[in-house]
């Protein structure tokens, strides 16, 4: 009745017994039927590696060489600590019983329980730790039981190995800490008391310090801060009264931090018809086969990974997102707009340090940017606009701007690479890089079998957030004179980026250039070849007074000989 209201079915006398002491006293036991104990010898010892055994669950388990074996004098008959064998239980022909108590290392256990995907009554108990010193008192127990049950006798003397035997945990505490840690002043007597209560001996006072035992089957109490705990769980939690006064250990961290900034710009980006995915940081080696930008050899792999496709650490958010846009194009879902923040993992083995095993590692935040379809859903208002690149690099300019990272004094540099056709890379004057977009190499969108365009942006979100903390906010009063725009239609190069004609103006004039703005590209008929037109506004304003025509035609002429000079402009 006591196994059934726990939950547990009977199964006979013997078994009954030793799941009965289980819960009792937490100490596991097996018994064994005597029979299967060959050479009538029982030693605990290591097999070899690729041994079969059958559980007791009919299962054939491959052993590891470093699996704890329970043996007679030919073959292993338990997996210690975790299960029994298949033909060592106890049955109704048993005649003869071996009880076997013992305590084994938690570190062990687990593992092996783990290697072999075995979660049992007692692998639960022995990762957790068990009290040696009761495992004698549990086994006399149990035959006492059973020769009580079953009218059995004990045949024979107990035989203990217990080489060092443990009387506790030594363990130093001050009273000062406790009360630190608890928040309130308790007395001495108060702390003794409860010590007491909990069978913890104190050793030695020595005023503000107190050496204390702590039994042996408390194995989950080492250390001054178990201590502590188990001190304000006698105490009551709800006894610890709220000061007026807020005391912390947090240590400020530096605004703008990580957290707020992410949030910040999640928010910006769902607002703006983005959604938020969270891929696995797990991915395929076969992903980054003859990649150059992000090579093989770079991977950070597992040593023992699940699967093929979960071999190795990703280094870049790509594919993960890749994945995400043909598991939702497979459905249907071809208007797809993604990010994600998430880390990436890199392996350099030219970096690494003598001695220090971990400097060849790094790991980095990014934050991935995807696009592919078309802008908006199909509706009578007006025909469907695909993304293009451009669309992309607007997202990315937009979390420049919400974080305060002027554009203007980034560093653009156009390029390809095996990852993205024809990107663009912004860095730090400092040549550190902060971001990179493009489209997708069709080559690689082919893997996926994806086989619309798709464009991606990749964020080193702890560089941008380096370039954010440098960023210093200034206020000033609302403008009270009027800005004054003016246009220029300018013929240069085909090769001209218009990034070069921004970073000229504003090098030109800084006081009263507000901003430049390219509003329509040509590019055709009625052109010298190799030429195309920009059509530029720029916005001019005087904090102190109103400008007059001369100024701003003046303003203007420095800016048109400039183009002249340095990319060889002229006007339309």
Not at 105 to 125: E, Y
Not at 397 to 405: A, K, N, Q
Not at 454 to 479: M, S
Not at 529 to 550: C, M, N, P, R
Request: hydrophobic content about 40%.
């Amino acid at each position: 009745k006591a196994l059934e209201s726990i939950g547990l079915r009977p199964i006979n006398n013997v078994v009954d017994v030793t799941n009965y002491l289980l819960h009792e006293m937490g100490q596991p036991l097996h018994a064994f039927d005597g029979a299967s104990i060959k050479g009538d010898q029982v030693r605990v010892r290591m097999v070899d590696h690729g041994t079969h055994f059958i559980t007791l669950d009919g299962v054939e388990r491959t052993l590891d060489g470093n699996d704890l074996m329970i043996c007679n004098a030919t073959e292993p008959m338990c997996i210690g600590g975790v299960f029994g064998g298949l033909d060592s239980g106890v049955t109704e022909a048993t005649t003869k019983v071996f009880l076997e108590s013992a305590c084994f290392s938690p570190v062990h256990i687990r593992k092996t329980a783990r290697r072999h995907g075995l979660n049992t009554d007692a692998s639960f108990r022995f990762e957790r730790g068990v009290d040696p010193n009761a495992v004698v008192y549990v086994l006399k127990r149990a035959a006492l039981m059973i020769k009580a049950l079953t009218g059995a006798s004990i045949s024979s003397e107990i035989v203990d190995i217990y080489p060092e035997p443990l009387d506790g945990f030594k363990v130093e505490l001050s009273l000062d800490k406790v009360n630190r840690l608890i928040g309130k002043e308790l007395s001495k007597e108060t702390v003794l008391s409860i010590l007491d209560s909990l069978e913890i001996i104190v050793e030695a006072d020595k005023g503000d310090l107190l050496s204390l035992l702590v039994p042996a089957y408390r194995v989950d109490v080492q250390r001054d801060v178990d201590v502590i705990e188990d001190i304000l769980r006698i105490y009551g939690y709800n006894r610890v009264e709220f000061t007026d006064t807020m005391r912390s250990t947090i240590v400020p961290s530096v605004k703008p931090d990580n957290h707020s900034m992410q949030q910040l710009v999640s928010e910006q980006l769902t607002a703006n018809g983005f959604n938020e995915i969270l891929t696995n940081s797990l991915t395929a080696a076969s992903y980054y086969t003859s990649l150059t930008s992000v090579p093989e050899s770079h991977c950070v792999r597992l040593l023992n990974p699940l699967s093929n496709e979960l071999s190795v650490m990703r280094q870049t958010l790509l594919f993960g997102g890749l994945e995400s846009i043909a598991y939702n194009r497979n459905r249907r879902k071809t208007d797809l707009r993604f990010y994600e923040f998430g880390n990436c993992y890199h392996y350099d083995a030219d970096v690494k340090r003598e001695g220090d095993v971990l400097s060849a590692y790094s790991e980095e935040m990014h934050l991935g940017i995807w696009m592919t379809g078309c802008k908006q859903e199909q509706h009578w208002s007006g025909p469907q606009v695909k993304f293009t690149v451009y669309d992309l690099k607007a997202a990315v300019h937009s979390i420049f701007v919400r974080l305060g990272v002027r554009i203007d004094q980034c560093v653009l540099t156009e390029g390809s690479s095996d990852l993205l056709a024809h990107d663009l890379t912004y860095t730090t004057k400092n040549g550190a890089m902060l971001a990179t977009l493009g489209q997708v190499q069709p080559g690689l969108l082919k893997s996926f079998d994806i086989d619309v365009p798709v464009f991606f942006a990749d964020v080193r979100w702890d560089v941008l957030l380096g370039a954010v903390r440098r960023h210093t906010v200034q206020f000033t009063e609302l403008p009270r004179y009027p800005e004054v725009r003016r246009d220029l239609a300018l013929l240069v190069d085909e090769h001209v980026r218009f990034e070069t004609i921004e970073q000229i103006a504003f090098a030109t004039e800084r006081k009263l250039l507000r901003t430049v703005t390219l509003f329509d590209v040509y590019e055709g008929k009625n052109l010298p070849a190799g030429k195309k037109s920009y059509a530029v506004s720029f916005v001019l304003q005087d904090l102190s007074q109103t400008l007059t025509e001369d100024k701003i035609d003046a303003v203007m002429g420095k800016l048109i000989k400039q183009y002249e000079q340095h990319i060889g402009a002229s006007l339309r």
